[in-house]
């Protein structure tokens, strides 16, 4: 679409056509009075996507990257039409037995109301959680699957402390003080944490980010997450995280703290939403005692900070694009090997980049060393919702989502990330539980996409620029050949 044509469909905003790059709040502005759902501005132009209305099979525009399920929902909440914010959810997670036997049972340490909101009718939050390990594996041995254990106490096994904590035990009121918010997701909220809290002042400032659970009141239009599925999630990250300390991957997001959180927000964290709201205008409601009771839980984990996601980057010459796109394919593959590992959202939005003084990376695949150039920038890999992940630290366990519960998943269009979620779907023909690494190989072409298309560089002209986007196009054109990221590395 013409950013003319979107001009024309906003005259409503007292835009002038001159104006050739909509600004953040001109977004919201027309997400809100439902004239453009969605749009994603790449150097000026604009790209729209659709997604069918799985209940009246009209088509309704989203944007691709990380918010498109986000903008549906304000989208149809604009409308008298009826929805059920569960089929938005992403957290249909699963932990499946290698044996392929399956308990699809509701955790019976959990207690839920019925939930209300207006216009729909009575409903619970979903989940397909179910756990498989393999006839080998001591179930003793393995935390996740024992159904004697409460999904509290299980994840209590996983936090840095091993009991709930309130917010001022958390962290003390300085803190907070020097803490911003800096961005939020249906899930909650994420703030920038002061940098005195590494033992290495070096490093840049922690990233913490706050998850509802468990509770009956509805999170921004959806049911909260279930803590169960936070479980798994926890599980993922850090079980990612640890391939850094052991030498094999530096490039998936650090986990340094991970807490269950019992009682109301904190009012500096709280001052915090509202310091964001005033300058950029939050989508979120306001995590208050009038939204949340007092006994309200929550997860919390402290994530190392990865940079600003690839999104909202611009990049100085297409090397940093050559570097980004092998740290990420290294990374992957040692997953793959160390853990069968599939990310299976790895869209723009999951990526973050930062500068760095390191020369290079190394990532150890199958004993042997690899070395990565960094050319001066970082990639990091984040949200391992959606992700497939054999844990090694729980003996077998095998950690995944169950996305052919997830219809809305598969009835996006617009942009290439929507069909590589449909070309998953095809390739793993609904065994959601098992390993296919060719997954991994579909968004290494969707990220190569993005590298030569939609990410703007600054200095276009250069003969290395030239190069490294002929290296991306020589990447991009032989990359589906392959069956995993292990196989594509190895032939390089």
Not at 157 to 175: A, G, K, M, N, T
Not at 439 to 456: G, Q, R
């Amino acid at each position: 679409m013409e950013l003319a044509g979107l001009v024309r469909n906003i005259s409503s905003l007292n835009v002038s056509p001159k104006d050739t790059r909509p600004t953040r709040k001109m977004v919201r502005k027309m997400v809100r009075i439902g004239g453009v759902a969605g749009l994603s501005i790449l150097d000026g132009s604009v790209s729209l996507c659709q997604i069918s209305d799985r209940e009246s099979g009209e088509l309704v525009q989203v944007p691709g990257g990380k918010k498109w399920r986000r903008t549906l929902f304000i989208k149809k909440r604009q409308s008298s039409q009826k929805i059920d914010p569960s089929s938005l959810r992403r957290h249909t997670l699963a932990i499946s037995r290698l044996d392929g036997q399956h308990e699809n049972k509701r955790d019976p340490h959990l207690n839920f109301s019925q939930v209300h909101d207006e216009g729909s009718e009575e409903r619970l939050p979903k989940s397909s959680f179910c756990f498989e390990t393999s006839r080998d594996v001591d179930r003793d041995l393995s935390i996740v699957p024992q159904p004697e254990l409460s999904t509290v106490d299980k994840v209590l096994q996983r936090c840095s402390r091993p009991q709930i904590v309130s917010f001022d035990e958390l962290y003390p009121e300085e803190v907070y003080l020097q803490s911003k918010k800096v961005g939020e997701g249906s899930y909650g909220e994420v703030f920038l944490l002061p940098s005195t809290l590494h033992t290495n002042p070096e490093l840049p400032p922690p990233v913490l980010k706050v998850v509802p659970v468990d509770g009956t009141a509805l999170i921004n239009g959806e049911p909260q997450t279930l803590l169960k599925d936070m479980l798994a999630e926890i599980v993922v990250s850090a079980e990612l995280s640890k391939l850094d300390g052991q030498g094999l991957a530096p490039s998936f997001v650090q986990v340094i703290d991970c807490f269950l959180v019992e009682g109301c927000y904190p009012k500096k964290l709280l001052d915090l939403w509202d310091a964001f709201d005033e300058e950029k205008g939050s989508e979120n409601d306001r995590p208050d005692s009038d939204l949340l009771p007092r006994d309200q839980r929550f997860v919390t984990l402290v994530f190392g900070n990865g940079g600003k996601d690839l999104e909202a980057s611009e990049l100085t010459n297409a090397s940093k694009a050559v570097s980004i796109f092998n740290q990420v394919l290294h990374a992957l593959a040692v997953a793959e090997h160390e853990n069968q590992f599939e990310h299976r959202d790895l869209h723009w939005g999951n990526i973050l980049v930062r500068p760095t003084e390191e020369k290079s990376f190394t990532y150890t695949l199958n004993s042997e060393s690899l070395e990565v150039k960094s050319e001066k920038i970082q990639a990091t890999i984040i949200d391992f919702s959606l992700s497939r992940l054999t844990s090694k630290e729980d003996h077998g366990t095998v950690i995944f989502n169950d996305l052919g519960k997830d219809p809305a998943l598969f009835k996006a269009s617009g942009d290439y990330q929507f069909d590589i979620y449909r070309m998953m779907k095809n390739h793993v023909n609904e065994n959601w539980g098992g390993f296919h690494p060719k997954t991994n190989i579909f968004w290494l072409h969707y990220l190569l996409d993005k590298l030569i298309n939609a990410v703007p560089y600054k200095m276009t002209k250069s003969k290395l620029h030239r190069q490294s986007m002929a290296k991306l196009r020589s990447l991009s054109a032989q990359i589906l050949e392959f069956g995993s990221a292990q196989e594509f590395v190895l032939q390089l």
